[in-house]
């Protein structure tokens, strides 16, 4: 075999447009549906205002981003970066850091600083006929708060140093955990949770786009689920859709979902019970259960009780969090009863915080919800 046949069996095949389809269809839907530009992101009108200017004059100050999860805080920086350099300059431009990655105080010295102190590199003709491609470069920080106080501390004089040549985005979900002097220099834009109207639309929009089949009130139950965390809604959507997929195996033996079962819609239409099972959301009968147990005063049936549900794979996180909705908004209990419901509920929370056992803590809190009813 000569060397030039050698080099050609080892050349790459170019990716065709049926491999390109094949690789977005097996994207989870976080992904494939996250903002491509500042347009895209829902609900927060604030903070895409603000930004959308910084387009138009390619100011861009420090900035901090903070709220809860699923909000659209990663998604936006990545869609304004991406509407600021192009596809091209985006790979030299930005820096994102995650909180997989080591976040202490070496990281901040080695690798922030080496990227921050780097020279700008010239956009392209094209870059610049179509993106404003701002002097500066973009470091992102996910999840901030998780940073130590001395790699906190060290940032602040790498953010100081090479403001000519680097913007920083600080993410996070809480603020109180980023040191003062990092805050102070920074532009900071609160990310509210979703409200239900713009979720709802987003939702819909992802169903459509992949055709899912489900019944009335499903996805409404899916957002009040995932409680403002529009990732954790989409995530779900696709797990249901998936759980209600038919299966088929191809020659090759690989197995393959047809997410709307074939031409039977109906039998694959997403129900609200299908979507509680996958969010591992207790049901109603399940509560009752657990209530009754604890008015019977019997600790032999409330043992029994938290070891069955501990054998059905029940969280306890989740069962003490429908308790507290269901005995809490109780009319028929006093306001002494459910003060002491509260501190039992504060302190079996606070245990399972703390990686101690399930089942153990449960029957705490059952011996004690039956010392209070």
């Not at 909000?71 to 995650?98: C, D, F, H, M, W």
């Not at 906190?152 to 004089?157: E, P």
């Not at 996180?317 to 003060?339: A, V």
Request: overall charge neutral.
């Amino acid at each position: 075999m000569s060397m030039a046949s050698f080099f050609n069996q080892r050349a790459p095949k170019k990716a065709s447009s049926k491999d390109d389809g094949d690789r977005k269809a097996r994207m989870p839907w976080v992904e494939k549906y996250r903002p491509k530009n500042l347009d895209d992101v829902s609900s927060q009108s604030h903070a895409v205002t603000v930004l959308k200017k910084s387009l138009h004059t390619s100011n861009l100050p420090h900035m901090l981003f903070y709220g809860p999860p699923g909000t659209g805080k990663t998604s936006t920086i990545l869609a304004l970066a991406k509407q600021l350099y192009g596809p091209e300059l985006y790979k030299t431009r930005v820096l994102e850091l995650n909180a997989s990655d080591e976040r202490g105080i070496s990281i901040v010295r080695e690798k922030v600083k080496n990227f921050a102190r780097l020279t700008v590199s010239n956009p392209s003709k094209e870059d610049l006929a179509k993106y404003p491609c701002p002097p500066y470069k973009i470091i992102i920080l996910d999840e901030a708060d998780s940073m130590t106080n001395d790699a906190q501390s060290a940032l602040r004089r790498t953010m100081e140093t090479y403001s000519g040549v680097t913007r920083f985005c600080l993410i996070c979900n809480y603020i109180t955990r980023i040191i003062d002097p990092l805050a102070s220099r920074c532009s900071k834009f609160r990310f509210k949770p979703l409200d239900n109207t713009d979720a709802l639309t987003r939702l819909t929009y992802v169903a459509n786009e992949e055709k899912v089949q489900y019944e009335d009130g499903v996805l409404e139950k899916i957002l009040d689920i995932s409680h403002g965390d529009l990732r954790k809604a989409i995530t779900f959507l696709q797990s249901a859709t998936k759980l209600h997929g038919v299966a088929e195996v191809d020659a090759d033996g690989d197995i393959s979902i047809d997410e709307q079962g074939g031409n039977n819609h109906e039998s694959s239409k997403i129900t609200v019970t299908s979507v509680q099972e996958i969010a591992g959301i207790v049901s109603d009968s399940t509560l009752d259960e657990i209530v009754t147990a604890a008015r019977t005063h019997d600790f032999q049936v409330m043992f029994k009780l938290s070891k069955k549900l501990a054998a059905e794979g029940w969280s306890a996180t989740q069962m003490l969090d429908q308790l507290h909705d269901k005995l809490i908004l109780d009319d028929s209990l006093t306001g002494t009863q459910k003060i002491h419901i509260s501190f039992a509920l504060n302190e079996t929370d606070d245990k399972l915080s703390n990686g101690t056992d399930e089942q153990i803590q449960f029957l705490n809190f059952l011996s004690k919800l039956s010392q209070v009813l």
